[in-house]
């Protein structure tokens, strides 16, 4: 999760393939469905359909990797993700509504403050360690 140009799709693409995950885009999701409601209704709406693909993929036993701003702690709620890394990147995007409404979360589990060509490996590594301890 992150603001918008944060680096999250950037991210996902590096982490995909080292963990053999689904991944799904919000951009795409929401192409998908024909939904470009940015309002609170439509941002509490995509989290709740971006859960059920997830939810549909861990009933698979496959990591699934969705990544979207997810903007509000009811958003994060309604998403409920097993592992949260953060994009700390950018203090702003490049859409005011989304700055505005943008709340930093409390539970992270990946807290990354800057890009570099290491963060995705040391992500993939830690989660495919606690998924062997289990």
Not at 4 to 30: C, F, I, M, Q
Request: proline residues 3%; aromatic residues 10%; charged residues 35%.
């Amino acid at each position: 999760m992150g603001l918008p140009g944060s680096g999250k799709t950037y991210l996902t693409e590096r982490l995909v393939p080292l963990l053999n995950a689904a991944w799904y885009n919000a951009d795409k999701v929401r192409e998908m469905t024909n939904d470009w409601d940015f309002s609170n209704e439509g941002r509490d709406r995509q989290s709740k359909r971006m859960r059920v693909l997830a939810d549909f993929e861990k009933s698979h036993d496959r990591f699934v990797i969705c990544d979207f701003v997810c903007p509000t702690r009811e958003t994060r709620e309604n998403f409920d993700a097993d592992i949260v890394v953060w994009m700390d990147t950018i203090k702003e995007g490049r859409f005011e509504d989304t700055n505005k409404l943008f709340q930093n979360p409390t539970r992270v589990d990946f807290h990354i403050k800057q890009w570099n060509e290491e963060n995705h490996k040391e992500i993939a590594r830690k989660i495919l360690q606690k998924k062997n301890r289990v």
